[in-house]
C-alpha cells in the first residue's frame, strides 16, 4: 500500500519523505488555506514547492465547478511539474472534466467520494485515484472501511485501472485495517504514520538492550 500525506504543511511532508516511507501527498483548499496559502501565484509556488520535496504524486484540487473551467485550471496545475495529479470533485462536470484529462494523458483524483455508485462513475471515467472518505463517513455513523472493501471488490471484479485511494484517514487502525482489505493507497496525516512507530514493548525492549550493553561494557 502506498503512503501519502495529507497536508500541504512542507515541515511535515520533509519530515515523512525523510522517513522514506511517502510515495506522494494529497492537498485540498481546506488544507492549503490551513497554511495561509492564498492569491493565484502562491498558490502554484506552493505546489511547486511540494513537488520539489517528493518524488511523485502530488494532488493539487481544481477550485472551478464548471467543465470549462476545471479543464483551464486543471491544465494549468499539470503544467507545474510532471508529479501533479488533478484533484476533481465528485461532480457532473467533475465526471466529464476527469474523462477529458484521462484523454489528454492528465492524471487524476477523484475526491469527495461516498458511495460505490461514485466510485464506479470516476473509474469509468478514467481516474487514476478515487478518493472515499473514510473518517468523514464514520462521523455521520456509516461505515468507511465497508465502503473501502466495497470499491476494491467492485474495481477488482471489473479489472478497473484506478487505484482506490483511502482519504480522510485519521488513525493508526483505519491505515492497518485500509491495508487488510486492499487498498492501494491511503493518505494521512504526518501523526498517523509516524504513531505506527509506536510499541511500548519496543520501548522497553530497547531500554534493557542498552542497560545489558552498558553493564556488560562498562
Ligand atoms: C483527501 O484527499 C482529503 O484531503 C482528506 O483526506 C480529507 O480528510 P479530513 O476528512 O480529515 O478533512
Redesign the pocket.
Known sequence: MKFFI?TANLNDIQEAYDLGVLDGV???P??MAKEGISGHDNVIAHYKAICDIVDDNV?AEVIATDFEGMIKEGKELAQIDDKIVVKVPMIKDGVKAIKHFTSEGIRTNC?LVFSAGQAILAAKAGASYV?P?I??LDDIGYDGLELIEQIVQIYDNYGYATEVLA????HTMHLIQCAEIGADVA?CPLKVITSLLNHPLTDKGLEQFLADHAKANG
Not at 482519504?167 to 485519521?170: G, I, L, P, Y
Open positions: 495529507d494529497t492537498t485540498n481546506s488544507l494532488s475526491t478518493s472518505f473518517g468523514r482519504a480522510s484517514v485519521r493518505t
